[in-house]
């Protein structure tokens, strides 16, 4: 009875140079593996990252994850006034596992950081990443809240309803929400010599903090830049009836998409 150490072996030595071409490989025998992520510049006013992607040669499968960009701060809207702060939420979260072909091409967008900086009192909303082609529609992940300034020192509230999201929301496979940032819990509305200080959060897995705080008697815009997908800084003011000051808010952290295919 043969045994398989009988059969006859092919040996490296035994193949030319350039005997096997990429055409004699069929489209299954190999495969390619490989990480491409997508983003734009990390500066104020970013337009973020948009372009037609295209499945390389012996990929047939791809995981898609998606952040939105962080939400903008708020201004120091009301000149020679304290207020009551709350931080910027981060971008939001998707993923998706999918089958692909070589050459199927997908229009991918990280998000940029929106409109540049601002006075107003509620900070801009973060923009939308988001990924289309074949087996992939309405995947998308929606950017975080804008900050808050506001003279209602008995507001607390850190959440929205849209902060709750399904498992499958937004055409993935599971996604995740974001809470806004907290309120400072410093200051009581007493207009002079006290701290204020709130935290904007970041997006989920990437991370990211941003702490936006004065001492007394002080003003301060929001910062421009901030990491990616994370929370804008906001203006802050200490000032009541001492002149008109008031701060710019910054933006919030452009988008991210990240495709592991293979």
Not at 40 to 51: I, L, Q
Not at 219 to 224: F, I, K, L, S, Y
Not at 245 to 257: D, E, N, S, T
Request: hydrophobic share 30%; aromatic share 12%; proline share 3%.
């Amino acid at each position: 009875m043969a045994s398989y150490a009988s059969y006859k072996k092919i040996v490296n030595e035994m193949i030319l140079d350039g005997a096997i071409t990429e055409a004699k490989i069929s489209s299954t025998a190999l495969q390619q593996w490989d990480v491409k992520w997508f983003f734009g510049s990390p500066d104020a006013c970013s337009p973020g990252c948009c372009c037609l992607w295209t499945v390389p040669a012996r990929v047939t499968r791809m995981y898609v994850e998606a952040w939105g960009a962080g939400g903008g701060g708020h201004g120091a809207c009301q000149c020679n006034r304290c207020q009551h702060y709350r931080g910027a939420g981060g971008g939001y979260y998707v993923s998706k596992f999918i089958c692909t072909s070589p050459g199927c091409q997908y229009t991918v967008c990280a998000a940029g950081n929106g409109a540049c900086c601002s006075f107003e009192c509620c900070g801009i909303g973060g923009c939308t990443s988001y990924v289309i082609g074949f087996n992939l529609s309405n995947f998308c992940a929606i950017g975080g809240h804008g900050g808050l300034a506001t003279g209602d020192w008995s507001t607390a509230c850190n959440s929205e309803w849209t902060c709750c999201v399904g498992p499958n929301s937004n055409g993935a496979d599971f996604g995740m929400g974001n809470h806004i940032g907290s309120f400072d819990s410093s200051g009581m509305g007493i207009c002079h010599c006290w701290c204020h200080g709130t935290v904007s959060t970041g997006a989920p897995f990437i991370g990211g903090e941003v702490t936006t705080q004065i001492t007394c008697c002080n003003m301060r815009c929001g910062c421009w830049t901030v990491p990616y997908g994370t929370g804008g800084h906001g203006a802050m003011t200490t000032f009541c009836g001492q002149g008109e000051w008031c701060g710019q808010a910054g933006m919030g952290g452009p988008g991210l998409v990240k495709i592991t295919y293979y």
